[in-house]
């Protein structure tokens, strides 16, 4: 892929479920996204675990052309990863370990581009302010937690929790884009 220095591809492939993923690079690319069709490891280090995750989603279309990228992101509390909330009790139980607390979001990503590849990850520090119960069963009953690691989303109702941020937003929400499209560059320049 030839191309000058200062400019991105139109397009990419995302290889993802996630409507935040899709979103996010929306404001930067023309985005067509691939459902992954792989099962997601566990792994005890955060780190290994969205990036090990997000390498097998985008080799699991290998073989296209054009960039192909996909993500993951965890949120661990006191080194525990946090996933997706089992059902409506285990989404309770998250979010009143989180209240009033500091915790971790880790979201990495994985790319190829004609033959190369590209990696990354960034981690952002987040503080739930203090939540009363009825605050919580109150959220869990919109159905917005669900399908959230950590049991919230940071750019939707669940924004009402957050205190403090430390770190890239994105990150948060889903996908670390900033860090993504400056590793995009310079695949991207290494190969032109």
């Known amino acids: 892929m030839r191309m000058r ?15 935040r993923r899709r979103e996010i690079l929306s404001l930067f690319f023309k985005v067509e996204v691939v459902r992954p069709c792989v099962e997601e490891v566990i792994c005890e280090n955060p780190l290994d675990m969205v990036i090990k995750n997000s390498k097998i989603k985008a080799l699991s279309i290998r073989g296209r052309g054009g960039v192909i990228v996909s ?22 139980e998250v979010l009143s370990l989180l209240s009033g607390k500091w915790h971790e979001v880790y979201s990495g990503f994985f790319f190829t581009v004609s033959g190369k590849t590209g990696e990354g990850f960034s981690k952002t520090y987040v503080k ?42 994105f990150t948060v929400v889903g996908f670390p884009v900033v860090k993504f499209i400056k590793r995009l ?3 991207l320049i290494e190969n032109s």
Do not use: H, W
């Open 71 to 92: 993500g993951d992101t965890v949120v661990v509390y006191k080194g525990k990863i946090l996933g997706k909330p089992k059902n409506r009790l285990d989404a309770e």
């Open 185 to 187: 560059k310079e695949v």
């Open 128 to 169: 739930f302010k203090d939540l009363r119960k009825s605050e919580i069963i109150e959220y869990i009953e919109t159905g917005e937690p669900m399908d959230k690691a950590g049991a919230y989303a940071i750019q939707g109702k669940g924004s009402v929790f957050i205190e403090k941020i430390e770190g890239c937003y």
């Open 5 to 19: 220095k200062n400019l991105l591809p139109g397009k990419i492939v995302l290889v993802s479920s996630s409507p």
